[in-house]
């Protein structure tokens, strides 16, 4: 049973554009998330987090937004750059001593010039 | 500042034999994470290393084990290898075990099982 939950496995957008990359999750008991963005050949980089007390965070281009009644998150991305081209990754953390992340499957993002 | 570091990049390996990937963690870092990432899936949590003592497992069998040494570099040893063991295998350090400790992850070795 998926803990995580990437729906989308691709996503196309033009340069400049807003992105919006869905993450849903089923246990309540993830106290914290994370984006993770993937390029070929390189391992999975941290993008940025939201603790579950938070609605909202912001990082320059990149805002994630956590809707905990839906358990649903999303991480907005503008303006797109071609260089967002990537694989992100949403992962939670239930907050533990372990700190070992369940990742969803991931959405492939194209950003096109 | 040297990054995570994993060796070897590819591994073909036949069904039935063992393999042994390694790890370097970034400089500062003594918690090493494993995943293993299934082609169309996510990293899986394997196990977490911390100061050479497991701090915690996945939902894996016990031919999957590993070794952290006093350098805190790791090892992940898989034996009785299988065809689904064929995957991305990620190791990801951090400078504290636990959660709110930001992972770095490596490249990842790529092994496939036939």
């Known amino acids: 049973d998926q803990q995580v939950k990437q729906n989308s496995p691709s996503l196309s957008v033009q340069e400049g554009r807003i992105s919006i990359l869905n993450c849903d999750y089923t246990?309540?008991?993830?106290?914290?998330f994370l984006w993770y963005k993937k390029y070929p050949a390189e391992g999975p980089t941290f993008l940025i987090s939201?603790?579950?007390?938070?609605d909202k965070n912001e990082d320059g281009r990149f805002t994630v937004f956590l809707n905990k009644s839906a358990k649903h998150l999303s991480l907005h991305i503008v303006p797109s750059q071609p260089g967002d081209s990537a694989v992100y990754f949403c992962a939670g953390d239930y907050g533990g001593s372990q700190g070992n992340l369940i990742f969803g499957k991931g959405t492939k993002l194209s950003v096109k010039p | 500042e040297t990054g995570v570091t994993q060796s070897p990049t590819h591994l073909i390996k036949t069904r039935g034999q063992q393999v042994t990937l390694r790890c370097s963690s970034q400089s500062g870092h003594n918690t090493v994470s494993w995943y293993q990432q299934a082609l169309g899936q996510g990293p899986q949590f394997i196990f977490q290393?911390?100061?050479?003592?497991?701090?915690g497992r996945g939902n894996f069998p016990p031919r999957f084990s590993g070794l952290q040494f006093p350098n805190y570099s790791s090892e992940l040893n898989v034996n009785a290898l299988e065809l689904d063991d064929s995957a991305l295998y990620l190791c990801a350090s951090s400078p504290l075990a636990g959660s709110y400790n930001e992972q770095f992850f490596g490249p990842g070795t790529r092994l496939t099982v036939l």
């Open positions: 246990n309540s008991m993830f106290d914290y």
């Open positions: 939201i603790s579950s007390i938070k």
């Open positions: 290393y911390y100061r050479e003592e497991e701090n």
